[in-house]
């Protein structure tokens, strides 16, 4: 099994997918956002360093973000699903080299990012931020609940509109021309995530076989 490297703009489905395939083929996920927000979590110096980034849609140094990252993965025992790094060229040269020797493809997830700011504001998710959830497209059982564990919906801090714009402007400038960089390596490929999120599933299982 190849390690999975998920790429698109905010709100394009990277975490909904993540969900959906480690539990169905044995992936384990690791997302950026959520090691960031569970450092932010602890309330320290530097937590709260990292929320302040954050909730203005900014991007954290790529120097934090990657010994996060490599803290908590072990590549000589499992296969993961890379959601949210790498997010400009230099953290995609970085994890050139973090799997250097392993086997991966970049799955981009294409979407016109005028379409997402409504997902977004619209996004709940548990809060223990598991669990992933809209009020329009994908919306819990029971008002306000986790399906899954019971727990209160949240709203993020950044899904506010006027974070979620400064987001897609941040997208725009650094993570966008990393597009090209996988593309011209020739291991990009492509899903319509404008389509419902079981096609979306569907499209990405049809590049894995
Ligand atoms: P992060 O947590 O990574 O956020 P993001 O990349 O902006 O992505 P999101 O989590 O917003 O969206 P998603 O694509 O996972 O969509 P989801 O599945 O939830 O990063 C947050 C912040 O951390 C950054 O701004 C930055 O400050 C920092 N950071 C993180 N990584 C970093 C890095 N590497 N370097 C530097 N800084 C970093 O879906 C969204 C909504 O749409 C949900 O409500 C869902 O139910 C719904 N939905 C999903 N799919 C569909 C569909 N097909 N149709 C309709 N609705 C759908």
Avoid: W
């Amino acid at each position: 099994m190849k390690n999975l490297i998920f790429i698109g703009p905010p709100g394009c489905g990277k975490g909904t997918q993540s969900n959906i395939l480690k539990d169905a083929k044995g992936y384990t996920h690791v997302s950026t956002g959520d090691l960031l927000r569970s450092e932010v979590s602890k309330g320290t110096d530097l937590g709260r360093k990292i929320s302040d980034v954050m909730e203005s849609g900014e991007l954290v140094t790529d120097e934090l973000v990657t010994e996060l990252l490599k803290a908590n993965i072990d590549l000589s025992s499992k296969q993961y699903i890379f959601d949210g790094f790498p997010r400009n060229v230099k953290q995609a040269e970085i994890l050139d080299q973090i799997l250097e020797g392993s086997d991966y493809s970049v799955i981009y997830f294409k979407v016109d990012v005028e379409n997402l700011v409504g997902r977004i504001t619209n996004r709940r998710v548990s809060s223990d931020g598991k669990h992933i959830y809209n009020l329009i497209s994908n919306p819990p059982k029971e008002d306000g609940k986790c399906d899954q564990t019971g727990q209160f919906l949240i709203q993020r801090e950044d899904d506010k509109e006027e974070v979620v714009r400064n987001r897609m402007d941040v997208y725009s400038r650094e993570t966008e021309p990393m597009i090209d960089f996988y593309r011209s390596k020739n291991i990009l490929e492509e899903v319509d995530a404008e389509k419902s999120i079981e096609s979306v599933t569907e499209q990405i299982e049809r590049v894995l076989n």
